[in-house]
């Protein structure tokens, strides 16, 4: 039989950037342990195809396009979200985007403000939606919430010719502390998760690269890179009741790299 607090049957999660990548490895676990689940990304056909991989996984899916740089997309389009799902019961703000590796000398600031119109703004623009409506759940007499953010090693290691993207993550740490003490007197958690090396579109260009592969796979203890689904688990219990006494916390999902 399986542990009660992990059934998230009634519950419902939006993820950001969830049509693929670590965003779908979540939805995936999410649905499976009940949850209806709804994903935004910003290319339709990618949605579509995450909806096709996620239609016999759990109870309730759907997907919308927004670009969470927008503010008045995202206000919009988490609107649409209820009218279709009812209630959020889960935020997880898993949209992001990588940079060129420019040289910090040489970086523009049109980069930069990419990386942080995406990263960060578009993080604050999602949760700030998301605690509005959880905060109101909350008064009404149905206080339960969760807000997590997915960070990156970048939050916490120097990363050369990535500055910008490490800003935006080390950031998104820090408002996470800061919204775990805010809200949780409404029972609303948070959290940052913070991958190591795993194997997305985003990083296929730089696992392409022999020099790279051969320098950092070594380090990473489990000796694998990380794949998608590693990602789960985390957010099962992320939503569950059994981690109701949890908040703020800083998940490094990694195979051991940070701590060799």
């Given at each position: 039989?399986?542990?009660?607090?992990?059934?998230?049957?009634?519950?419902?999660?939006?993820?950001?950037?969830?049509?693929?990548?670590?965003?779908?490895?979540?939805?995936?676990?999410?649905?499976?342990?009940g949850a209806e689940?709804?994903?935004?990304?910003?290319?339709?056909?990618?949605?579509?195809?995450?909806?096709?991989q996620l239609g016999?996984?759990?109870?309730?899916?759907?997907?919308?396009?927004?670009?969470?740089?927008?503010?008045?997309?995202?206000?919009?389009?988490?609107?649409?979200?209820?009218?279709?799902?009812?209630?959020?019961?889960?935020?997880?703000?898993?949209?992001?985007?990588?940079?060129?590796?420019?040289?910090?000398?040489?970086?523009?600031?049109?980069?930069?403000?990419?990386?942080?119109?995406?990263?960060?703004?578009?993080?604050?623009?999602?949760?700030?939606?998301?605690?509005?409506?959880?905060?109101?759940?909350?008064?009404?007499?149905?206080?339960?919430?969760?807000?997590?953010?997915?960070?990156?090693?970048?939050a916490v290691s120097?990363?050369?010719?990535?500055?910008?993207?490490?800003?935006?993550?080390?950031?998104?740490?820090?408002?996470?502390?800061?919204?775990?003490?805010?809200?949780?007197?409404?029972?609303?958690?948070?959290?940052?998760?913070?991958?190591?090396?795993?194997?997305?579109?985003?990083?296929?260009?730089?696992?392409?690269?022999?020099?790279?592969?051969?320098?950092?796979?070594?380090?990473?203890?489990?000796?694998?890179?990380?794949?998608?689904?590693?990602?789960?688990?985390?957010?099962?219990?992320?939503?569950?009741?059994?981690?109701?006494?949890?908040?703020?916390?800083?998940?490094?999902?990694?195979?051991?790299?940070?701590?060799?």
């Open positions: 039989m399986a542990f009660a607090p992990f059934d998230l049957s009634g519950r419902v999660v939006l993820i950001t950037g969830g049509n693929g990548g670590i965003g779908l490895g979540m939805a995936r676990g999410l649905a499976e342990a689940v709804c994903i935004w990304g910003t290319n339709p056909e990618k949605n579509a195809a995450a909806l096709a016999g996984a759990g109870p309730r899916v759907s997907a919308f396009v927004c670009d969470v740089a927008d503010e008045a997309e995202v206000v919009t389009t988490f609107g649409k979200v209820l009218e279709q799902h009812g209630r959020v019961d889960g935020c997880f703000a898993n949209a992001g985007i990588g940079g060129r590796g420019t040289a910090f000398d040489e970086m523009t600031t049109r980069e930069w403000d990419r990386i942080i119109a995406v990263n960060q703004s578009g993080v604050f623009y999602t949760f700030r939606e998301a605690a509005k409506h959880m905060k109101a759940r909350a008064k009404a007499g149905d206080a339960f919430g969760r807000l997590v953010g997915t960070a990156s090693l970048a120097g990363q050369a010719r990535g500055q910008h993207y490490a800003a935006t993550k080390g950031g998104l740490v820090s408002m996470i502390k800061a919204l775990a003490v805010e809200y949780a007197r409404y029972n609303i958690t948070a959290h940052t998760i913070l991958p190591g090396w795993i194997e997305t579109e985003m990083t296929e260009n730089t696992f392409a690269n022999n020099k790279f592969v051969d320098n950092v796979s070594k380090r990473i203890p489990v000796r694998r890179w990380g794949v998608p689904e590693d990602f789960a688990a985390i957010a099962i219990y992320i939503m569950s009741t059994a981690s109701s006494y949890h908040s703020a916390e800083t998940f490094l999902i990694d195979g051991g790299y940070y701590a060799f």
